[in-house]
């Protein structure tokens, strides 16, 4: 391990074992509550990550004392975690084993990560700042308000995320305090600020040299983790908005280099 972020507040280390543990594939925990109407449990922690900031829900499988349900889908409602899940509900109390669908969840770390990376080398090269994007395991897309974009564009930036790649950038999660929060150039540029004031202190992933974003996702511990970006498209979407589309591939298949 290299330079440990802030720690994270005790409740949420206790609770959403994904925010502070990207790793985790298996925990047990206790049904806090169930909702027999949406097939849905909410658990006393979990390491199912709930679908947010462009990243999408993990799945995989609670064991239970009645049997295996698979959990289809988690999503946060205004607070608590919800699973929905597939088969015979729990009740109140009883313990489970959940385990998630790791190789899934890995392929979303190394892209959201990719994704970060590309946030970077953006702001590095162009100083221009991120408006939107969206996930899936292995591929994603950014926008940016580009005034214009060159027709080489897409391969200087995926020769650049390469390089970031290669030069095996730590990833710290790190919990900021929002005085700290507030007064740091890097989350001003991404509007970290304009996040509520009562989520203090701000949870903020750390590409050591590279990006720092206030967020709530699940990533690798080293750009070099990622293993390979081609950027697959860029498009307009009108006068100031353009779009970045990127795959993430793995390093042994990486065709960028023939
Ligand atoms: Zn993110």
Not at 113 to 118: F, P
Not at 148 to 166: F, T, W, Y
Request: glycine letters at 10%; a negative charge.
């Amino acid at each position: 391990m290299g330079v440990p972020g802030n720690p994270a507040p005790a409740e949420l280390a206790a609770t959403e074992l994904f925010a502070v543990d990207a790793y985790r594939t298996e925990f047990d925990a206790s049904v806090a509550e169930v909702d027999r109407e949406g097939n849905r449990v909410r658990l006393s922690r979990t390491a199912f990550y709930p679908v947010g900031g462009g990243q999408p829900w993990d799945l995989g499988t609670l064991q239970t004392p009645a049997g295996t349900l698979t959990v289809t889908e988690v999503r946060r409602q205004r607070g608590p975690i919800w699973h929905t899940v597939e088969g015979e509900l729990p009740s109140v109390g009883d313990e489970v084993e959940g385990s998630i669908d790791w190789a899934r969840r890995h392929r979303l770390m190394r892209t959201h990560t990719a994704l970060h990376i590309l946030c970077g080398v953006i702001w590095a090269d162009y100083k221009i700042p991120v408006t939107g994007g969206n996930m899936e395991p292995m591929k994603g897309r950014l926008d940016f308000p580009f005034p214009a974009m060159s027709a080489d564009l897409g391969a200087a930036v995926e020769k650049r995320i390469n390089d970031e790649i290669a030069r095996a950038h730590e990833i710290v999660v790190d919990f900021l305090p929002r005085t700290v929060a507030d007064t740091d150039p890097a989350l001003i540029r991404t509007s970290a600020n304009l996040i509520p004031q009562e989520i203090d202190p701000l949870r903020v992933i750390d590409i050591v040299g590279l990006d720092r974003q206030a967020d709530g996702g699940t990533h690798v511990l080293s750009t070099a983790e990622v293993g390979a970006v081609r950027v697959v498209g860029t498009e307009s979407k009108g006068k100031d908005n353009k779009r970045i589309r990127l795959e993430v591939v793995d390093p042994e298949g990486d065709s960028t280099h023939e």
